[in-house]
């Protein structure tokens, strides 16, 4: 599974607009909809926080593993 798939899984897992992720990590919601397109993959800083914002790993956030 691509990271652009992950983070649509988790945002419908946690009935979230991409707005509301958005803002919990601090970009512009335009920012965020790249990742959700596949447009752009978030940095690491990006990464780390859309992991914490949705409670599991960036190995899993990244696809390396499903073990959240």
Do not use: C
């Not at 897992?13 to 990742?35: D, L, M, S, W």
């Amino acid at each position: 599974m691509k990271v652009k798939e992950r983070l649509r899984a988790l945002r419908a897992e946690r009935r979230e607009t991409q707005k509301q992720v958005a803002e919990a990590i601090g970009i512009k919601e335009r920012h965020y909809q790249f990742f959700e397109h596949g447009k752009h993959l978030p940095s690491l800083e990006n990464a780390w926080k859309l992991a914490d914002h949705f409670n599991v790993t960036v190995d899993y956030l990244i696809g390396r593993t499903d073990d959240r």
